[in-house]
């Protein structure tokens, strides 16, 4: 049980503990955190894993040659778009399975049509926005899929959103990791990133619910 604990709470931690899993196991290390992305962004049960801080740890390391920055990129962008992918196929053909059940407290089939009304109108922003927001960006694209956003339009902003969430916070990274204030208060640099990147949601679910009530 100990062993367990230890290597879960490593995996968890990853960002923590980057360093030493660099040394032990070289380019291994890559797969080991496309797994992390892959499952912090596809599967709705793991919303815990590290994805922004990590990102911006692996730039960090980049900056000092341990890590290939191109590689990081390239590899990290296809496993958060994958991962989106793979969660709006999960709230696709589970989804409406789920809302076609008879109306009770939590089961009610208004609430898609609400959420497909919502991604229609602001999915495209949604999309790309929840990728900087730890927790929301693990089920919006579910949500997506829930609410039937056509998949040709959830890709396009999928792959936008992906790219960008990576190579923000990778180059992030890469260019200040390695500064002693950002090392020394590297939990409030990751709160001030993610209380900006949320800050513009707020105000498009602000403005959503005042036309809301207009109507």
């Known amino acids: 049980?100990?062993?367990?604990?230890?290597?879960?709470?490593?995996?968890?931690?990853?960002?923590?503990h980057l360093n030493s899993v660099i040394q032990n196991y070289g380019s291994w290390i890559y797969f080991?955190?496309?797994v992390i992305i892959f499952c912090e962004t596809g599967l709705l049960v793991?919303?815990?894993?590290?994805?922004?801080?990590?990102?911006?740890a692996v730039g960090a390391f980049a900056a000092v040659g341990e890590?290939?920055?191109a590689l990081l990129i390239s590899s990290l962008s296809f496993a958060a778009i994958l991962g989106d992918s793979v969660n709006y196929s999960i709230g696709h053909y589970i989804g409406p399975k789920i809302f076609k059940q008879e109306k009770s407290w939590f089961f009610n089939p208004e609430h898609l049509k609400k959420t497909h009304s919502f991604y229609?109108?602001?999915g495209a922003k949604t999309i790309?926005?929840?990728?900087?927001?730890?927790i929301v960006r693990t089920f919006a694209p579910c949500?997506?899929?829930v609410g039937t956003m056509s998949y040709e339009k959830f890709l396009f902003y999928n792959i936008v959103g992906g790219f960008l969430w990576v190579l923000l916070c990778v180059c992030s990274g890469y260019f200040f990791g390695n500064m002693d204030f950002v090392k020394n208060n590297f939990e409030w640099v990751i709160l001030a990133i993610i209380f900006i990147?949320?800050?513009?949601?707020?105000?498009?679910?602000?403005?959503?619910?005042?036309d809301f009530i207009k109507k």
């Open 1 to 16: 049980m100990e062993f367990l604990s230890a290597f879960a709470d490593y995996f968890i931690h990853l960002d923590k």
């Open 32 to 34: 080991l955190l496309f």
């Open 46 to 56: 793991t919303p815990f894993l590290p994805g922004d801080s990590l990102l911006f």
């Open 67 to 69: 890590l290939n920055l």
């Open 120 to 122: 229609e109108k602001y």
């Open 128 to 134: 790309v926005l929840a990728r900087f927001v730890p």
């Open 143 to 145: 949500v997506a899929g």
């Open 197 to 210: 990147s949320l800050l513009p949601m707020i105000l498009e679910y602000v403005k959503y619910r005042l």
